[in-house]
């Protein structure tokens, strides 16, 4: 089980020798370094403990929709209708706009890829129904705020802790031992890292001459008889 940000907190005075001298706003600013550092940790690796499926349904006549505000990286899309459901395949904003240069003027249909474009993504071909989609990702942790909160990535706590002390340390002047301890979170998060799921491969595939992919009709029980 994960410290409590509480217990983070005392470790971090524990490393710094100030668990017995007051410093205005000291518990905050700790905090804040814990949570720096716990942001530091989740862009390093894909960790299992923050893998997340989320839902959302297409809307006729919209092309371009947000993703979730927490994900930090996308690994598939699925479409949904009833108990059928089939694997969307990402492309390029390239070759969308290659192949259809225009959303508002393509015939509707039932979308089998979609564009991944900053914090949003567009679907092709136009959605002819309000289909249910599946998306599997990663999201970010939330903030530690109260002092009974946890990481929300377990086994990270020394990781933590190390970077929350560096960032401390430095706020003081105190470089080199600011220094020692970056270089102790760096080596915990590699180990952390090495020791949780690896990082699912997933790389977005590129349609030939323009072509949007079109799922396998036999697999795809979208595709109507």
């Known amino acids: 089980m994960a410290l409590t940000l509480s217990e983070l907190r005392t470790r971090v005075k524990q490393a710094t020798g100030r668990t017995g001298t007051a410093v205005p706003n000291q518990d905050a600013l700790i905090a804040q370094y814990l949570n720096d550092a716990l942001r530091v940790t989740a862009r ?69 890829c979609y564009a991944v474009d900053g914090n949003y993504f567009e679907i092709y071909p136009p959605t002819d129904a309000a289909y249910g989609l599946a998306i599997r990702g990663f999201k970010f942790p939330p903030e530690m705020v109260v002092d009974s909160d946890n990481p929300a990535v377990d086994g990270i706590d020394d990781v933590l802790i190390h970077f929350a002390t560096a960032d401390l340390f430095a706020s003081m002047g105190m470089l080199a031992e600011a220094e020692y301890f970056r270089a102790k979170g760096k080596d915990a998060l590699a180990a952390a890292a090495a020791e949780d799921a690896r990082r699912p491969a997933w790389y977005p595939e590129e349609p030939v001459a323009g072509e949007l992919p079109v799922s396998n009709y036999w697999g795809n029980p979208f595709v109507r008889g």
């Open 44 to 112: 390093y690796a894909n960790w299992r403990d923050l893998a997340v499926n989320r839902t959302a349904t297409l809307a006729v006549g919209t092309t371009r929709y947000a993703f979730p505000t927490d994900l930090k990286q996308l690994v598939s899309m699925r479409l949904k209708d009833g108990t059928g459901s089939a694997l969307m395949t990402e492309i390029s904003g390239r070759a969308l706009d290659a192949a259809a240069p225009d959303l508002a003027t393509e015939g509707v249909g039932v979308p089998t």
